[in-house]
Each structure stands twice: as structure tokens, then as C-alpha cells.
């Protein structure tokens, strides 16, 4: 089981730009599904980013293409979301997800499917 540790969160203007990290702690990467989710106070978790580590299939919410990118650093056990354009809505607690048997991504993500969580990383926007 990967523990997961996100970091990177922090309060920007809207415009602004972050970059999470999400280091997979004692764990080593293999075929395995990584994924970011958010929820804000009130919502449910949505997931906004996902990739097969090593493989070129990713996947994101529409609310976020464009804008985010989600990349990996197999050296590093390491999953990364930038964020450029942010907007207030993007405010939330991001979760980084992984699982060693990888759900199909191509069209949508849901956080059943993933076993592993970080203790998450909130991110701020302000207008």
C-alpha cells in the first residue's frame, strides 16, 4: 500500500499558478494509475486528473483541460499537477490517488477506484 504525500497547496490571486506534488512515500511506481481529486466545503469529491504511470493516456475534468497538467517523474515516485488560470472555483483540498490496478481513465475517473490517499494539500484562490 503507497502512502501518499501531497504538498505544494498555498493561497494565489486568481491568474495565478501552482504546482502539487505528490510523492509516493516507500512505494515504487509500476503500472499503476495515479489521480488527483479536489472537494470543496459542501460538494463532493471530484476528480480532476489522471494518468497511467508510463503509459500516454490521461484524463481531465473539463472544468480543468487546458489549464492543469498532470505529469510524473518515475525517478522521483513523484506525480505532479500544475495549475496555471486558476480561478476562485478551483478552490478546494486537492487529493492526490493512486491504485495498482488501474480503472479505465479515458472518460472519467471516480474515487472509488482508487485505494491509496494522501492527507491532502488545500489550495486558495482569490479574486
Known amino acids: 500500500q503507497a502512502r501518499l504525500v501531497e504538498s505544494g497547496g498555498g493561497s494565489v490571486q486568481a491568474g495565478g499558478s501552482l504546482r502539487l506534488s505528490c510523492e509516493a512515500v516507500?512505494?515504487?511506481?509500476?503500472?499503476?494509475?495515479m489521480a488527483w481529486f479536489r472537494q470543496a466545503p459542501g460538494k463532493e469529491r471530484e476528480g480532476v486528473a489522471a494518468?497511467?504511470?508510463?503509459?500516454?493516456?490521461?484524463y481531465y475534468a473539463d472544468s480543468v483541460k487546458g489549464r492543469f497538467t498532470i505529469s510524473e517523474d518515475n525517478a522521483k515516485n513523484t506525480v505532479y499537477l500544475q495549475m496555471n488560470s486558476l480561478q476562485p472555483e478551483d478552490t478546494a483540498m486537492y487529493y492526490c490517488?493512486?491504485?495498482?490496478?488501474?480503472?479505465?481513465?479515458?472518460?472519467?475517473?471516480?474515487?472509488?477506484?482508487?485505494?491509496?490517499w494522501g492527507q491532502g494539500t488545500q489550495v486558495t484562490v482569490s479574486s
Open positions: 490517488a493512486a491504485d495498482r490496478v488501474c480503472p479505465d481513465i479515458r472518460t472519467m475517473i471516480k474515487a472509488a477506484d482508487f485505494g491509496d
Open positions: 494518468t497511467y504511470i508510463g503509459g500516454p493516456t490521461t
Open positions: 516507500e512505494y515504487t511506481f509500476t503500472s499503476d494509475c
